[in-house]
């Protein structure tokens, strides 16, 4: 029987079942891969095109910071006070290799910089591998060090030598606390300014003048934009942005009685602080011991350089804005306060003492006699203890602390370091409540009225203090920004009767015709006016030392400059040690006039 035999349409039909849907499949494949490939290739340009092309660009874009140059510092006079130098500092460029290869050229250029590998490549680190800008590692270079990176130029490929602006302190140590220091930012406070447009490796002002004016000297940085090959080699400049100098300042300081200052101090730790009365504008702010500012201008501070700043007598301390007792001083507010309350006349006379008690307590007078009969102006010229302690007691606390608080104790002066400036004490009930679970006796007024106990002050709180009575009952804002005139016109009335104010000038000029600062009562000086005070203060380990002082100024009928001086620790009155200083300052701003 012959098979049967399939005709040739059914066989063919046969071959092709399931074609159609295998065409079918590959389309709706090859639909999809296409469609997920426009999809990745849109999401890469639409959504992450931005930053592949920063990445891009940072493969053949090179920014080149251009630092700007700090604004200069002159005195009242024109004289130069802070400026710039152009010292030689190396650069890397980090991008240029890998974190491996950076790791092989970082050992060679520890030894020539004398820096510790780590210390580079921390810096690397911090900046970024892929950072497309220059990363200072070092400053201050040498001859030798320029040679040496020469040298090994085939080893360091990527290290570039470049010129930058740095602080430079003409006069040294003389106006240290005056002009502050600038220094590099700190690791916390890059985090904190890096929204203020700083970067890696920046100075900051840390304190006096360039800190207080930081953003008016700091100025505004530049660059160049340039497209570089794979190598990193310049192609062509795409972009410039000039760098914008900070702005100059001129300040009140004269730096010649600065350094008369500077030099009536001495060795003595303490402050002489010049100032008009008139305005408030600091003629001189001297604070010892000091420090040369130039220091931190170095890439690496030594360990002998470090000890000049850390000494155990706190060199950074600016002694004019620390609080003191301001002692037989601050008797010209207890004069304002007798005769402003009423309870006294000008013409009062009181009786004077070796010692009086009260509240069962005895205060001595400092001659331990007395000194008879006196009025005010008498009792200002001798310092008399126990005229005051009268004249406090009837007077009482609160009305001794208002007038305290109308001279400007207690508060913060609006000069310009108002992060260094403390504000003193001016102790009252609610304090003594606070502090000693104890109610204000009148053994507080009496400590007061003498300027003891818990009455704080700075030196340039005394010096406001004195500008009163010296511009006939105003009390002015110390300032060292000379063209500052709203600080510089600014005057408020204490509100005292011209009967207060004659008492104040005439008893001050007592104290130095006749009185306890007859040291200034000079023929080659101007007629001056002042007063004497010595602190009870102890030193470490409970030895008494006592703070001297001196304010004053001349000529007395219309002043033109007023000197505090202020020894700290000195162990001697404010007689003895601190008017031959204020003195020391007169002769020399007179001499000049």
Same mark, same amino acid.
């Given at each position: 029987?012959?098979?049967?035999?399939?005709?040739?349409?059914?066989?063919?039909?046969?071959?092709?079942?399931?074609?159609?849907?295998?065409?079918?499949?590959?389309?709706?494949?090859?639909?999809?891969?296409?469609?997920?490939?426009?999809?990745?290739?849109?999401?890469?340009?639409?959504?992450?095109?931005?930053?592949?092309?920063?990445?891009?660009?940072?493969?053949?874009?090179?920014?080149?910071?251009?630092?700007? $140059?700090?604004?200069?510092?002159?005195?009242?006079?024109?004289?130069?006070?802070?400026?710039?130098?152009?010292?030689?500092?190396?650069?890397?460029?980090?991008?240029?290799?890998?974190?491996?290869?950076?790791?092989?050229?970082?050992?060679?250029?520890?030894?020539?910089?004398?820096?510790?590998?780590?210390?580079?490549?921390?810096?690397?680190?911090?900046?970024?591998?892929?950072?497309?800008?220059?990363?200072?590692?070092?400053?201050?270079?040498? @001859?030798?060090?320029?040679?040496?990176?020469?040298?090994?130029?085939?080893?360091?490929?990527?290290?570039?030598?470049?010129?930058?602006?740095?602080?430079?302190?003409?006069?040294?140590?003389?106006?240290?606390?005056?002009?502050?220091?600038?220094?590099?930012?700190?690791? @916390?406070?890059?985090?904190?300014?890096?929204?203020?447009?700083?970067?890696?490796?920046?100075?900051?002002?840390?304190?006096?003048?360039?800190?207080?004016?930081?953003?008016?000297?700091?100025?505004?940085?530049?660059?160049?934009?340039?497209?570089?090959?794979?190598?990193?080699?310049?192609?062509?400049?795409?972009? $410039?942005?000039?760098?914008?100098?900070?702005?100059?300042?001129?300040?009140?300081?004269?730096?010649?009685?600065?350094?008369?200052?500077?030099?009536?101090?001495?060795?003595?730790?303490?402050?002489?602080?010049?100032?008009?009365?008139?305005?408030?504008?600091?003629?001189?702010?001297?604070?010892?011991?000091?420090?040369?500012?130039?220091?931190?201008?170095?890439?690496?501070?030594?360990?002998?350089?470090?000890?000049?700043?850390?000494?155990?007598?706190? %060199?950074?301390?600016?002694?004019?804005?620390?609080?003191?007792?301001?002692?037989?001083?601050?008797?010209?507010?207890?004069?304002?306060?007798?005769?402003?309350?009423?309870?006294?006349?000008?013409?009062?006379?009181?009786?004077?003492?070796?010692?009086?008690?009260?509240?069962?307590?005895?205060?001595?007078?400092?001659?331990?006699?007395?000194?008879?009969?006196?009025?005010?102006?008498?009792?200002?010229?001798?310092?008399?203890?126990?005229?005051?302690?009268?004249?406090?007691?009837?007077?009482?606390?609160?009305?001794?602390?208002?007038?305290?608080?109308?001279?400007?104790?207690?508060?913060?002066?609006?000069?310009?370091?108002?992060?260094?400036?403390?504000?003193?004490?001016?102790?009252?009930?609610?304090?003594?409540?606070?502090?000693?679970?104890?109610?204000?006796?009148?053994?507080?007024?009496?400590?007061?009225?003498?300027?003891?106990?818990?009455?704080?002050?700075?030196?340039?709180?005394?010096?406001?203090?004195?500008?009163?009575?010296?511009?006939?009952?105003?009390?002015?804002?110390?300032?060292?920004?000379?063209?500052?005139?709203?600080?510089?016109?600014?005057?408020?009335?204490?509100?005292?009767? %011209?009967?207060?104010?004659?008492?104040?000038?005439?008893?001050?000029?007592?104290?130095?015709?006749?009185?306890?600062?007859?040291?200034?009562?000079?023929?080659?000086?101007?007629?001056?006016?002042?007063?004497?005070?010595?602190?009870?203060?102890?030193?470490?380990?409970?030895?008494?030392?006592?703070?001297?002082?001196?304010?004053?100024?001349?000529?007395?009928?219309?002043?033109?400059?007023?000197?505090?001086?202020?020894?700290?620790?000195?162990?001697?009155?404010?007689?003895?040690?601190?008017? %031959?200083?204020?003195?020391?300052?007169? $002769?020399?701003?007179?001499?000049?006039?």
């Amino acid at each position: 029987m012959t098979p049967l035999q399939l005709p040739p349409l059914l066989k063919k039909d046969t071959l092709t079942v399931g074609r159609g849907f295998q065409s079918i499949f590959f389309i709706v494949f090859t639909l999809l891969m296409t469609g997920g490939m426009s999809a990745r290739l849109a999401y890469l340009q639409l959504v992450e095109g931005t930053q592949h092309r920063k990445q891009a660009e940072s493969n053949r874009i090179r920014i080149i910071p251009k630092q700007p $140059e700090r604004g200069n510092i002159f005195d009242r006079n024109g004289k130069l006070l802070a400026s710039t130098r152009y010292p030689r500092s190396v650069y890397l460029w980090p991008m240029a290799h890998t974190k491996e290869e950076w790791h092989k050229v970082a050992p060679r250029l520890s030894q020539i910089l004398d820096i510790p590998q780590e210390e580079i490549e921390k810096k690397l680190q911090e900046a970024g591998y892929r950072s497309s800008s220059l990363v200072r590692i070092a400053r201050d270079l040498n @001859e030798a060090q320029v040679t040496a990176l020469k040298e090994y130029e085939n080893e360091l490929h990527d290290v570039e030598i470049h010129t930058e602006a740095v602080r430079y302190y003409p006069h040294g140590k003389a106006l240290a606390h005056v002009l502050g220091y600038t220094r590099e930012l700190t690791a @916390e406070q890059l985090q904190e300014k890096k929204k203020e447009g700083y970067r890696l490796g920046d100075a900051i002002g840390q304190m006096g003048v360039e800190k207080a004016y930081e953003k008016t000297l700091r100025g505004e940085w530049g660059g160049q934009q340039l497209e570089v090959d794979g190598r990193g080699r310049p192609l062509r400049v795409l972009g $410039e942005k000039e760098a914008k100098s900070g702005q100059d300042l001129h300040l009140t300081i004269d730096v010649d009685v600065q350094k008369a200052a500077e030099k009536a101090l001495g060795g003595r730790n303490g402050t002489i602080i010049a100032l008009d009365p008139n305005n408030g504008a600091v003629l001189a702010m001297v604070s010892h011991p000091t420090f040369d500012p130039n220091i931190f201008s170095k890439q690496k501070v030594t360990k002998k350089d470090w000890q000049t700043v850390q000494g155990e007598d706190y %060199p950074l301390l600016n002694r004019a804005l620390r609080a003191y007792p301001p002692a037989s001083t601050f008797k010209i507010v207890t004069t304002a306060a007798g005769l402003e309350s009423g309870k006294f006349s000008p013409n009062t006379i009181l009786q004077t003492y070796g010692s009086l008690t009260f509240g069962g307590t005895t205060f001595g007078e400092w001659n331990h006699a007395g000194f008879g009969p006196l009025g005010f102006t008498g009792a200002i010229a001798n310092s008399s203890d126990t005229f005051f302690y009268q004249i406090g007691q009837r007077v009482g606390g609160p009305t001794l602390i208002e007038w305290t608080r109308k001279f400007g104790f207690g508060e913060k002066t609006g000069f310009e370091f108002a992060s260094e400036e403390s504000k003193g004490l001016v102790p009252d009930e609610s304090w003594k409540q606070k502090a000693w679970k104890m109610p204000w006796t009148v053994g507080d007024s009496i400590n007061m009225s003498i300027g003891q106990g818990a009455l704080l002050s700075t030196p340039l709180q005394v010096a406001g203090m004195f500008a009163i009575p010296a511009n006939n009952g105003y009390r002015v804002q110390p300032h060292l920004l000379k063209d500052n005139q709203e600080a510089k016109s600014w005057r408020e009335p204490v509100n005292m009767k %011209p009967s207060t104010v004659k008492i104040l000038r005439s008893g001050l000029r007592q104290v130095i015709t006749e009185g306890t600062g007859k040291a200034l009562n000079v023929p080659t000086l101007p007629p001056i006016a002042g007063k004497t005070g010595t602190a009870e203060a102890w030193k470490r380990q409970g030895v008494k030392a006592n703070h001297a002082w001196f304010g004053g100024y001349a000529p007395a009928d219309k002043p033109q400059i007023l000197i505090v001086a202020f020894a700290e620790h000195s162990g001697g009155g404010g007689g003895s040690i601190a008017a %031959p200083m204020a003195l020391k300052v007169m $002769e020399e701003y007179f001499q000049k006039k």
